[in-house]
């Protein structure tokens, strides 16, 4: 009791405090810790079969972790990933992937190759358009501090520990958009709209040092939809984080839910917002994914599908991670 009880009034403070920042800060650049971060990702799907996602995170030796992986309705599917020199700059920007900031949007820009199934490489040119339809969701402000503490209380407490719970002491905000994406690749034109999110993180990260995650997020095109985070770092308890926006108006964390990373592919589950709110049913279809390495040990499965909660159903990401020793399926 004691424990659960410094945890939550002095190791998490105040929802406005600097252990979780509630403002998002700009500032791309070369990091010196070798295990900070700071990670800008976007998403967009279409009905007709159009998904991509992009991610670039400045490392330290002025290096970006980068994403690009599209997927075509022909289910033609590209990735692209490595770790690559930061390009100079006010924007993120690393081997021919780039975003910048334009207005309330983003502009994001791929130019470059992707390897040709005959052999030899396509040239490739992608543009999305981002325009917000939603507010900026402050994980800060959107967390079951409950749940958190609880599970900081549980652990045990020495130098070790508390310095693998570093990882806590991170910003981390998502938005939900809609994108007009132009693509010319073989030859061809193509131009689409979709929908998703961004996510911008700020902080330590060390891959090597988480066990598993998931991170399910989906949207529609008014912005109206939810993410659900479960993390499992070594010898830690799991942290859950992630909210429900039925409207730009209506947007709280939620208090019950999973107490493990989803593994499986597709399933129900149960998540509540509020002590007197009704359960919501979680029902989940992952169609296909994305894999990418990261450090020596982690492997993430950037997947996508149907996600249907309550009585909202959605295009999303179902984004799952373990050490290449455990399963995710």
């Known amino acids: 009791m004691i424990k659960y009880w410094l945890a939550k009034n002095f190791m998490l403070g105040k929802r ?29 799907m279409s009905p007709q079969g159009f998904v991509w996602v992009a991610r670039l995170a400045a490392r330290s030796g002025n290096q970006s972790e980068l994403w690009f992986a599209l997927r075509m309705p022909n289910h033609k599917k590209w990735i692209l990933e490595g770790i690559f020199p930061s390009e100079p ?10 975003f910048e900031r334009k207005g309330a949007g983003w502009l994001i820009r791929f130019e470059g190759s992707f390897p040709s199934p005959q052999g030899g490489s396509d040239a490739v040119r992608f543009e999305a358009d981002f325009e917000p339809s939603s507010p900026i969701f402050d994980f800060s402000q959107l967390r079951d501090k409950e749940q958190i503490a609880r599970a900081l209380a549980s652990m045990p407490w020495n130098n070790a520990q508390f310095e693998k719970l570093k990882s806590l002491k991170t910003s981390h905000i998502e938005q939900a958009g809609n994108y007009t ?20 993180s700020t902080g330590h990260r060390d891959w090597d040092a988480w066990t598993a995650h998931s991170w399910f997020t989906g949207f529609d095109t008014k912005g109206r939809g939810f993410n659900l985070s479960l993390v499992q770092f070594s010898d830690l308890p799991v942290l859950r984080a992630g ?13 019950s839910g999973p107490s493990q990373p989803i593994r499986q592919a597709f399933g129900d589950l149960l998540l509540q917002t509020g002590p ?23 492997q993430i499965e950037e997947g996508w599908g149907h996600l249907h909660l309550g009585n909202q159903s959605f295009l999303g990401i179902l984004e799952r991670g373990a050490r290449k020793n455990h399963s995710n399926s």
């Open 16 to 44: 406005d405090t600097a252990t979780f920042p509630p403002a998002e800060a700009l500032n791309f650049k070369a990091l010196e810790h070798p295990l900070a971060t700071d990670s800008y990702y976007f998403y967009g």
């Open 181 to 200: 994406c132009r693509l010319e690749l073989s030859g061809e034109s193509h131009k689409w709209q979709a929908h998703g999110a961004r996510d911008h």
């Open 276 to 298: 007197k709110q009704e359960p919501l049913s979680l029902r989940f279809e992952t169609l296909d994914r994305f894999t990418f390495q990261m450090g020596k040990h982690y």
């Open 243 to 255: 909210y429900c926006a039925a409207s730009s108006a209506s947007v709280g964390p939620w208090i």
């Open 89 to 98: 700059g006010k924007w993120p920007a690393a081997n021919g992937l780039s």
